[in-house]
Structures are given as C-alpha cells and as structure tokens.
Nanobody
C-alpha cells in the first residue's frame, strides 16, 4: 500500500522559511514525477511545484520555492523561502506511478495517483 506522509509545516512570520518533506512508502518513486499542491480555505487546490526530469513551478512561487528529491530516501522536499501571508494553505504531496507527457500535465491534480494527508502552513503578517 502506497503512503505519502508530509511533515515540516507550521507557523512562520512573513519573510521566513520552511522546508516541507514528503516520505513515500510502499513503492519507489525515484524515477517518477512528484509534486506539491496547496489549498487555502475556500479555494480550490492549486499547483505549486513538480519534479520529474526537470522542475516546474507556479508563477506565484517561482524564485522563492525549490522542489528537490532524495531518491535514496524516497523523499521529496519543498524549500519555501520569503514566505508571504498568501502562501498560507494546507500543502499536499502527490506522486504519479508512471511517466507523464507532456510534463505540463503535472500541473493538474488529476495527473497524480497518490496523495498525502497534507500539512498546514500558516504565514503571519
């Protein structure tokens, strides 16, 4: 059974940093795409970042967030810098159990097969 477990969320002041982690178990995702999405209260889930053969970011986080992975640990990270109050949301890790083409499809939640339970990130002004 595949499980994705996120950690690293919390409360931080604007301008601060957090690093989210997502550990996968049940299968290896080292060669498959993984992504981060977020959902703020009253809003739809939105794409944040994805990693496959390359990386992709939403315009709202480009230059501030960095997605990376440690294949040996079956873990994907999201380093979040220069956080803003509008980054406040529940952040979800997602994994795809196969390849996706074109890679732009990784911006869509329905492209993923597995999801974590989410971790809350709150940025105070």
């Amino acid at each position: 059974q595949v499980q994705l477990v996120e950690s690293g969320g919390g409360l931080v002041q604007a301008g601060g940093s957090l690093r989210l982690s997502c550990v996968a178990s049940g299968r290896t995702f080292s060669t498959y795409p993984m992504g981060w999405f977020r959902q703020a209260p009253g809003k739809e889930r939105e794409f944040v970042a994805a990693i496959s053969w390359n990386t992709d970011y939403a315009d709202s986080v480009k230059g501030r967030f960095i997605i990376s992975r440690d294949n040996a640990k079956n873990t994907v990270y999201l380093q979040m810098n220069s956080l803003k109050p509008e980054d406040t949301a529940v952040y979800y890790c997602a994994a795809k159990g196969g390849f996706v083409y074109p890679p732009q499809q990784l911006r869509m939640a329905q492209s993923y097969d597995y999801w974590g339970q989410g971790t809350q990130v709150t940025v105070s002004s």
